[in-house]
């Protein structure tokens, strides 16, 4: 870390000439820039503070400073904590100096108390602020406001908390924190030295003051501290794992492998070597004149004895019987070669995936870039910034869930790398796409195949309805947990609420209305041959049916008395879609995942469901016009998943036990879902 201070002009406690007319005697400030002194500090990492009072009373001259040392103190004592928990020990500790302070009857700093703390580790920010003292992150030639988040909180006289919320990011090299108190912030801001220091190429002391110098006597109508954190490579930082591809215990030596067949070559060309540079008179001699001793000559039975020819010749008959095998045995010579081929596949072989390994640890490592960039943007209380880190970190889950693929069987150490990347990724994106995730839930009512196999539900009032095709009794579920069936001689394709019971259809084209234990009937009349009753909604009544290979929706209206009149065409065009919700605009759930809003029978806006996890087969979508939200459905992972009608993610409702999601339904009042997963039925709060 580099770290620059200046104090502008600190003010004076007796007068004197030719000062600004807004100076006065009762203004104290500092900063306090504190570094790990031992190995055992290092874990917690740097300390920075900033500090200004108004209306100083003559007791209260080094209050700043004992804020200061109590936080220091206590911020470093337990070296084994971990810095944000260090940091809220020490403010819970600064909050009970500020309480006693009180209680002594000195409350004259109450309103007047400005103080910023921050701590630096390996890149990972800690902060929180009180009073009117401004933290701003300077990356990439723009200024973010970090300290927006804070949700500060309004103080309490008994027992005094001065200092709340703590907010926690992840920073890069080369990232710029400046520590603003409020005359200098504003001072800064009207000057544009705030943009001119965001414009550096480099940031430096000298670039700094080449500022101060250009605006002159006007840095003499301010007072207060600027406190600047350049993030660099330093000491405290921890080294970057390195994975070394392990040599592979081979199951033979290449040089045991080829030794017969060197030495078969190497004797061979010595042999001819030899008899290359002997002359052939030198030959004949040897031949004719032995030494002396070296041979008996008998008659008749003659015999020739040299010393070591028996040795010799037994040596050179197991020779020829190897090299005769070589010639002649071709399993063997197929044998050698395989051998061969297999030793330097696995030689090539490791090479080429030490050099992946390298490759794959850039990757990792730009990742981890990407991912601490994703942080740092998430900490800011800005929706384009926090967009642009969600869209950030499915392109980094997206990278890393195919190296995991495609490194599967490397070294251990390495993979292990990938799969924390890729854990660390899972859990950010399930944040930032509000991920309610049920552990653990129990039904709320389960089924017996016994009594009712349900397939799917109808929530109207505080009753819930089951139906399915493949029977033909429907069955309500009362508030009490009491199930009653009642008996049907027609299967239930369709069903929907009313504002006065529900509405069943039954294919090719009945319909009915339950309502108080009665039931009504009625035949809908066809808009065309071939018309198909895929899906249902209802609004104000009049019913809206999807056909589905067509792209056609059709409007009843209805007339009565449970009686729907002739059909209309409601679209200009077809819309090819898999379920239907209408709430005043058409709500069409397309393949692809997009959702379509036409309105007035015109296209009005799609909807891209880009979340995490990315969705499967979103199978159903729902809403009503007393509905705030778009539910949609989607059985593959687990959950249902509400949208604004804007397009917005609200949340997502999953579990692990929802592995066979066959409907939904939601409460009038928004605030219960209802799923049925096989046959069992779960309630979750919204």
């Known amino acids: 870390m580099q770290v620059f201070e200046f104090h502008f002009n600190p ?10 007319y807004h100076w006065s005697p009762d203004l104290a400030f500092n900063s306090y820039c504190s570094e790990p002194g031992n190995i055992y500090e290092k874990r917690l990492g740097s300390l920075y503070m900033v500090g200004l009072l108004k209306s100083v009373l003559p007791q209260n001259v080094h209050f700043l400073d004992k804020v200061a040392e109590t936080i220091k103190k206590r911020f470093y004592r337990n070296t084994l904590s971990a810095p944000e928990k260090s940091l809220k020990a020490s403010l819970k500790e600064a909050n009970e100096f500020f309480e006693q302070t009180a209680k002594k009857g000195d409350v004259s700093w109450l309103g007047n108390f400005n103080f910023a703390v921050l701590t630096l580790r390996n890149y990972k920010l800690n902060f929180t602020k009180t009073g009117n003292i401004k933290i701003f992150l300077v990356r990439n030639g723009k200024i973010l406001d970090i300290d927006k988040k804070l949700n500060l909180e309004d103080i309490e006289p008994y027992p005094l908390k001065i200092f709340g919320s703590v907010i926690s990011g992840k920073l890069m090299e080369g990232d710029l924190l400046l520590i603003l108190t409020e005359e200098v912030e504003k001072f800064f801001r009207e000057e544009k030295i705030l943009q001119d220091i965001a414009d550096f190429t480099q940031f430096s002391n000298r670039n700094l003051h080449q500022i101060f110098d250009e605006k002159g006597e006007k840095l003499n109508t301010i007072s207060g501290v600027c406190l600047a954190v ?29 030794s017969p067949v060197l030495k078969f070559l190497a004797f061979n060309h010595s042999k001819k ?22 041979y008996k000559l008998k008659l008749p039975n003659l015999h020739f004895s040299f010393p070591g020819l028996d040795v010799f010749l037994a040596a050179r008959e ?16 197929f044998t050698f070669l395989f051998f061969i081929i297999l030793a330097l596949g696995a030689f090539f072989s490791a090479g080429e995936k030490k050099d992946k390994i390298s490759d794959y640890q850039v990757r990792l490592d730009k990742i981890q870039e990407n991912i601490n960039l994703a942080d740092s943007y998430a900490i800011l209380n800005d929706a384009n910034l926090q967009n642009r880190a969600g869209k950030i970190l499915k392109d980094c889950w997206s990278d890393i869930t195919s190296i995991a693929r495609e490194t599967q069987d490397f070294p251990a150490s390495f993979y292990s790398r990938v799969i924390s990347l890729k854990n660390d990724i899972s859990q950010r994106l399930e944040g930032f796409n509000k991920v ?48 009653e069936v009642i008996e049907e001689e027609m ?26 234990g009665k039931l009504f009937s009625s035949v809908l009349e066809k808009p065309y041959e071939g018309f198909s009753f895929d899906d249902l909604a209802v609004f104000g009544d009049n019913l809206y049916f999807l056909d589905i290979k067509a792209g056609q929706i059709i409007r009843y209206v209805n007339l009565g008395d449970f009686d729907w009149g002739r059909n209309a065409f409601w679209l200009k065009k077809s819309a090819v879609g898999k379920s239907l919700a209408v709430d005043g605009s ?11 809003e036409y309105y007035n029978g015109s296209l009005r806006n799609k909807i891209e469901l880009e979340i995490f996890p990315e969705m499967k087969d979103a199978s159903r979508i729902y809403t009503s016009a007393s509905l705030p939200y778009l539910f949609v459905e989607d059985p593959l992972q687990k959950r249902i998943v ?29 605030k219960t879902l209802w799923i049925l997963n096989g046959m069992d039925l779960y309630k979750a709060e919204i």
């Open 642 to 670: 509400l949208l604004s009608k804007e397009g917005q993610l609200i949340k997502q409702i999953r579990s692990d036990k929802f592995d066979n999601i066959l409907d939904f339904g939601v409460n009038p009042d928004a």
């Open 586 to 596: 058409v709500w069409i759930l397309e393949n692809g995942n997009i959702i379509s």
């Open 318 to 333: 197991k020779f020829d019987d190897f090299r005769n095998s070589l010639v002649f045995d071709r399993k063997l010579i």
């Open 491 to 516: 299967k239930i394709d369709l069903a929907q609420n009313l504002e006065e019971g529900i509405v069943l259809f039954s294919k090719p084209d009945k319909v009915m209305t339950y309502n108080d």
């Open 11 to 20: 003010r004076q406690k007796s007068g004197g000439k030719n000062l600004p």
């Open 230 to 258: 350049l993030l660099t490579k330093d000491a405290y930082s921890d080294k970057k794992e390195t994975i070394s591809l392990k040599q592979p215990k081979q199951a033979f030596s290449l040089k045991e492998t080829f």
């Open 273 to 294: 070597k030899i008899k290359k540079e002997m002359p052939p008179s030198a030959e004949k001699k040897s031949e004719k004149k032995p030494d002396k001793g070296g």
């Open 436 to 483: 309610s995730d049920l552990k653990n839930p129990a039904p709320y009512f389960s089924f017996s195949a016994e009594n009712y196999i349900p397939h799917r539900l109808v929530v109207n009032g505080q009753n819930i309805y089951f139906f399915s095709p493949y029977g033909s009794n429907i069955a309500v579920l009362s508030p009490e947990k009491r199930l």
